[in-house]
């Protein structure tokens, strides 16, 4: 018997090329298969008569759906044309993956560790396919260091659920382990937490840490020290008060409060109480050769001026250790800004809403005023009234009132 078939698009009818069809007895056999060419497919077919077959498609075309089984009868003699259709997938927009990854410089010298700032120093960091980190699969990102102690780069790109390992490498994107800076002081790569990177679903980004370890200070490094600020919130009544607002320290070189300092990672510090009576942050304070240094701490604004200047601001601020100092001996110090809540008495307001009422008053006095003198200098003066018009009138009257006798007059006789 004759065969025809045709094989569309659901959506479109149009027809497909690249599926693969093949048609089957009732027994499993193949009895024609073929690859679709966009034409419709005619082909000659002994078949039993009475024989049920099915026309099956093996594989769908890039980016469709395999279409169901089609059955038919065997007849002797007869023609069957059938039509399968194969459904488009629905394309999902993939989302890229990122691995962030960040680098920390730590000083070690037997004792106990500390980080490190580099006044001006470049690594490399790159992604590979292999624990061994032998085979490279990303570009080779650059950790630029411009007086700090932590750089961090993003990896953009990659594919969800693939598994990728990060190492430092050398410029040449060869992983290293250790190596070395300018004057040859040697570092070691430490990956605590492991170098492994996994981003199950698109759009999501896998952050991974490590540290450089430094067993001696490298010429144009620099140790640090921590400043951690503490910000407490009071009411009224002096216990704890949870907020949402945000606040500032301000770090200074000077007990002035007129120059922020340039040796700390920020100066302007934010402290968000986030639904919180006390939060805390954390300032890496560069230490010179042998030289403490010491730092004025106080509550600003978020453009780095001192609130305690401001009346409107409707704290009051404490400041415990204003003036702290650090150094090699000392890497540590702890400055708590406590504000409290103003009340404002009942009195207080009373003044505030009388004040505004008497410069309302004032203020409609004044308009007042303004009105009756622009009034006033509306009227005309004696000097300014014409004297032709009013003469004119009078003699008028005057002869109306001798007219008005005569007829009068007249009358009587």
Not at 42 to 70: K, M
Not at 158 to 165: F, Q, R, T, V
Request: net charge negative; aromatic share 8%; charged share 25%.
């Amino acid at each position: 018997m004759e065969i025809s078939v045709g094989k569309l698009d659901a959506s479109t009818g149009e027809a497909l090329a690249g599926a693969v069809l093949r048609l089957v007895d009732s027994r499993g056999n193949t009895v024609e298969e073929w690859t679709s060419d966009g034409s419709t497919h005619t082909f000659t077919a002994e078949l039993r008569e009475g024989e049920t077959c099915q026309l099956v498609e093996v594989s769908a075309p890039d980016g469709y759906g395999i279409a169901g089984n089609q059955t038919f009868t065997a007849e002797e003699g007869a023609s069957v044309s059938l039509t399968m259709e194969d459904p488009k997938h629905e394309v999902e927009e993939e989302k890229e993956v990122f691995i962030s990854v960040t680098k920390t410089l730590i000083y070690d010298n037997g004792q106990s560790e500390s980080r490190i700032g580099a006044e001006n120093e470049t690594f490399y960091v790159a992604l590979y396919s292999d624990p061994e980190c032998t085979q490279r699969v990303s570009e080779i990102q650059t950790l630029s260091y411009q007086h700090t102690d932590s750089a961090t780069v993003t990896f953009a790109g990659l594919e969800a659920e693939a598994k990728y390992y990060v190492s430092e490498c050398d410029a040449a994107g060869t992983a290293i382990v250790t190596g070395m800076v300018g004057d040859d002081t040697l570092f070691y790569a430490d990956y605590a937490e492991g170098n492994e990177a996994v981003a199950e679903n698109g759009g999501e980004t896998v952050a991974v840490a490590f540290v450089n370890e430094f067993y001696a200070l490298p010429r144009g490094f620099y140790k640090e020290a921590e400043l951690t600020i503490t910000k407490k919130l009071l009411g009224v009544d002096g216990d704890a008060l949870a907020d949402n607002a945000v606040f500032y320290a301000g770090i200074f070189a000077d007990a002035a409060y007129t120059t922020l300092s340039d040796q700390v990672s920020y100066n302007i510090v934010e402290l968000n109480m986030s639904g919180r009576s006390e939060v805390s942050a954390v300032v890496y304070v560069a230490l010179d050769q042998d030289e403490p240094v010491t730092l004025y701490v106080t509550e600003v604004d978020e453009d780095g001026n001192p609130v305690a200047e401001m009346a409107d601001f409707m704290y009051t601020v404490s400041v415990d250790n204003s003036a702290v100092t650090v150094s090699e001996a000392a890497q540590s110090a702890v400055v708590t800004i406590t504000n409290q809540e103003i009340e404002v008495t009942e009195e207080e307001s009373e003044e505030t809403t009388e004040s505004a009422s008497e410069a309302e008053m004032t203020e409609k006095s004044t308009e007042k005023t303004t009105e009756k003198s622009t009034e006033a200098s509306s009227v005309k003066t004696s000097d300014d009234i014409p004297i032709t018009p009013y003469l004119a009138l009078m003699l008028a009257a005057f002869a109306m009132l001798l007219t008005g006798g005569v007829y009068r007059r007249r009358g009587k006789r």
